[in-house]
């Protein structure tokens, strides 16, 4: 099932009407007691990075995820020093619980989590 016919959302940034970064989440219960929500993706074009545009994205997504009923973020990050770095600053750790779907897409990710404390 897609993110929007599973009641996801998208969630874009613009500056003077130009999108320079998006995040989803999955509105999908995750995990044995089902509190993950899955961060599908968080992307800012890079001339507009290192300027709190992700941070604010990855604020909005955690709001997504805690009305979806979500107490924490999943996220399957590409292994780059930047971007772990990136989500390590934000407060995420590795994740306590793997989520064998997701591992098995993606098995050279790391897998992180982010707790949604609002």
Same mark, same amino acid.
């Given at each position: 099932?897609?993110?929007?016919?599973?009641?996801?959302? $998208?969630?874009? @940034?613009?500056? &003077?009407?130009? %999108?320079? =970064?998006? #995040?989803?989440?999955?509105?999908?219960?995750?995990?044995?007691?089902?509190?993950?929500?899955?961060?599908?993706?968080?992307?800012?074009?890079?001339?507009?990075?290192?300027?709190?545009?992700?941070?604010?994205? $990855?604020?909005? @997504?955690?709001? &997504?995820?805690? %009305?979806? =009923?979500? #107490?924490?973020?999943?996220?399957?990050?590409?292994?780059?020093?930047?971007?772990?770095?990136?989500?390590?600053?934000?407060?995420?750790?590795?994740?306590?619980?793997?989520?064998?779907?997701?591992?098995?897409?993606?098995?050279?990710?790391?897998?992180?989590?982010?707790?949604? =404390?609002?």
């Amino acid at each position: 099932m897609s993110l929007l016919q599973n009641q996801g959302v $998208l969630i874009g @940034a613009f500056q &003077k009407g130009t %999108l320079v =970064g998006i #995040t989803s989440v999955e509105n999908q219960p995750r995990g044995k007691v089902g509190n993950y929500r899955k961060m599908d993706i968080l992307f800012v074009s890079k001339q507009y990075r290192n300027q709190g545009i992700g941070a604010n994205l $990855l604020n909005l @997504a955690k709001e &997504k995820a805690k %009305l979806f =009923g979500g #107490t924490k973020l999943y996220i399957s990050a590409i292994p780059s020093k930047s971007t772990v770095d990136f989500y390590l600053r934000e407060g995420a750790t590795l994740v306590s619980e793997i989520d064998k779907e997701l591992y098995q897409l993606e098995p050279d990710d790391i897998h992180l989590e982010v707790q949604i =404390g609002f």
